[in-house]
């Protein structure tokens, strides 16, 4: 994740693993046979049946109560805790809600909560829209990634979701111009920019609001806010790509 990041692998035994680093394991180990047509699991694998294929990070929550070290052993249960079918200004969804809790050691970690929308195949090319992204950041870090990062990202992660690496599946298939930039790695660059910037925190809110794609670069922005930071990303254009919201851990 390190040098897929252009870092040098510096870390050792005991050392905090940084927040979304989480989502490098637990993998959930499917046989091919039991994979779909986009890569991921089949409906009514590992996730609810729903009538709707198309699949996307939607938004999220972590809590960090306890970090994770790199050695430990630890163990993830995952619970399904809601499946709500709406109807959306393009057409029908279904929003499913998954709760992770991560413990060491038989002690609470990492509390997670993720929102996976499901929607219609697109009859025709996606129309990329989103809200116009904030201007008053306080820092700002700029990314271009290649499809070379997202390979990396999608086996590091386990991920099979076809829309991040095969070019011609997210076109033909979903409808997007390029390849689509995943939602996690949106999120853990997100928390990254605070990492590095000695911003410790406890939870971590997030939501995708419109997707990125290569070729084009994308901006990381953040600025302080009350007793914690807002963070978001953008597109080249101002677009507003995913916003978060941490929460700082205090001082000891």
């Given at each position: 994740?390190?040098?897929?990041?252009?870092?040098?692998?510096?870390?050792?035994?005991?050392?905090?693993?940084?927040?979304?680093?989480?989502?490098?394991?637990?993998?959930?180990?499917?046989?091919?046979?039991?994979?779909?047509?986009?890569?991921h699991?089949?409906?009514?694998?590992?996730?609810?049946?729903?009538?709707?294929?198309?699949?996307?990070?939607?938004?999220?929550?972590?809590?960090?109560?306890?970090?994770?070290?790199?050695?430990?052993?630890?163990?993830?249960?995952?619970?399904?805790?809601?499946?709500?079918?709406?109807?959306?200004?393009?057409?029908?969804?279904?929003?499913?809600?998954?709760?992770?809790?991560?413990?060491?050691?038989?002690r609470?970690a990492?509390?997670?909560?993720?929102?996976?929308?499901?929607?219609?195949?697109?009859?025709?090319?996606?129309?990329?829209?989103?809200?116009?992204?904030?201007?008053?950041?306080?820092?700002?870090?700029?990314?271009?990634?290649?499809?070379?990062?997202l390979?990396?990202?999608?086996?590091?992660?386990?991920?099979?979701?076809?829309?991040?690496?095969?070019?011609?599946?997210?076109?033909?298939?979903?409808?997007?111009p390029n390849?689509?930039?995943?939602?996690?790695?949106?999120?853990?660059?997100?928390?990254?920019?605070?990492?590095?910037?000695?911003?410790?925190?406890?939870?971590?809110?997030?939501?995708?609001?419109?997707?990125?794609?290569l070729?084009?670069?994308?901006?990381?922005?953040?600025r302080?806010?009350?007793?914690?930071?807002?963070?978001?990303?953008?597109?080249?254009?101002?677009?507003?790509?995913?916003?978060?919201?941490?929460?700082?851990?205090?001082?000891p």
């Amino acid at each position: 994740m390190a040098v897929t990041l252009d870092r040098d692998p510096t870390f050792e035994a005991d050392d905090e693993l940084p927040p979304g680093w989480h989502w490098l394991y637990f993998h959930e180990l499917v046989r091919a046979s039991g994979l779909g047509d986009d890569g991921h699991p089949a409906l009514g694998v590992t996730m609810p049946p729903v009538p709707l294929p198309r699949r996307m990070w939607a938004a999220g929550t972590l809590t960090i109560r306890a970090p994770l070290r790199l050695g430990a052993e630890a163990a993830r249960t995952s619970t399904i805790r809601a499946v709500t079918a709406k109807e959306g200004r393009t057409g029908p969804l279904y929003f499913v809600t998954v709760e992770h809790d991560v413990q060491v050691d038989g002690r609470p970690a990492v509390s997670e909560s993720q929102t996976i929308v499901y929607r219609e195949a697109p009859s025709t090319p996606i129309r990329v829209e989103g809200p116009s992204a904030p201007r008053d950041a306080d820092f700002t870090d700029h990314w271009e990634l290649d499809s070379t990062a997202l390979f990396r990202y999608s086996a590091l992660t386990f991920n099979g979701h076809r829309i991040h690496y095969d070019a011609d599946y997210a076109r033909s298939a979903e409808g997007y111009p390029n390849l689509v930039i995943h939602g996690p790695l949106l999120a853990t660059l997100l928390m990254d920019s605070l990492v590095r910037r000695e911003r410790r925190f406890t939870s971590f809110r997030y939501r995708a609001r419109s997707p990125l794609f290569l070729p084009e670069p994308f901006t990381v922005n953040g600025r302080r806010d009350g007793d914690g930071h807002s963070v978001w990303a953008a597109s080249p254009d101002g677009r507003l790509a995913m916003e978060a919201e941490a929460t700082h851990r205090p001082s000891p």
